[in-house]
């Protein structure tokens, strides 16, 4: 798929915000754990991208009731969906300096259009020394979900059935989108949310 980029100024994929907080204690902290001075700007990428995916465990999967929405709240109770995850992804990012988006696709919420449909997000990273934008799915792995990160084709967790009405948008924004953020402050609990509280498409 051929990216769109919200802004063509990488310096836009670096703000911090209320939500992608990297100048948070803890953020802080695991950055200086995961990252020593000598990795390189893909080496960071991996590194952050494996940690959220595996150790910041998806509320669904966990069957975790906490919601969690800011970057460093994502890592003090170590959960959140897919929103969540991506806030904490771009945080660890872009205190790194690497220029770091996010993505959306709409799709099928339990594997059949009567079930519904939710938006899913996830993250476009730009890595200056390859000069690309690379897509990644820090959602996490499990039965049938198998992301990972490659500089060769993306691995993202799902791929959209448009003949199922699912949609893969093109759009790499310098922020979350407000429909995500407004989805986790409004609930209290992430069961219920993610079955019945989930934005279904993107205006």
Avoid at 2 to 18: T, V
Avoid at 110 to 119: A, S, T
Avoid at 175 to 182: F, L, N, R, S, V
Wanted: charged share 25%.
């Amino acid at each position: 798929m051929k990216l769109i980029l919200e802004s063509e100024k990488l310096e836009n994929y670096l703000h911090e915000s209320r939500v992608v907080n990297y100048s948070h204690e803890s953020i802080q902290e695991t950055a200086d754990r995961l990252f020593p001075t000598s990795l390189s700007e893909v080496e960071k990428a991996v590194i952050a991208f494996e940690f959220v995916r595996d150790e910041i465990y998806h509320s669904w999967d966990i069957q975790g009731k906490v919601v969690t929405c800011k970057a460093s709240d994502v890592l003090a109770y170590k959960q959140g969906i897919c929103y969540a995850k991506a806030n904490a992804l771009a945080a660890l990012l872009r205190l790194q300096g690497i220029p770091t988006g996010f993505c959306y696709q709409r799709l099928m919420l339990f594997d059949v259009p009567e079930k519904g449909y939710c938006i899913h997000a996830l993250n476009a990273v730009f890595l200056r020394t390859t000069n690309r934008w690379v897509r990644l799915d820090a959602r996490g792995n499990k039965l049938g979900v198998d992301a990972r990160f490659s500089l060769k084709e993306e691995r993202l967790a799902f791929s959209p059935q448009t003949e199922m009405g699912e949609i893969d948008y093109p759009l790499v924004y310098t922020a979350p989108h407000p429909q995500t953020i407004t989805v986790l402050q409004e609930n209290t609990d992430a069961l219920e949310m993610y079955q019945r509280g989930l934005p279904e498409r993107l205006p």
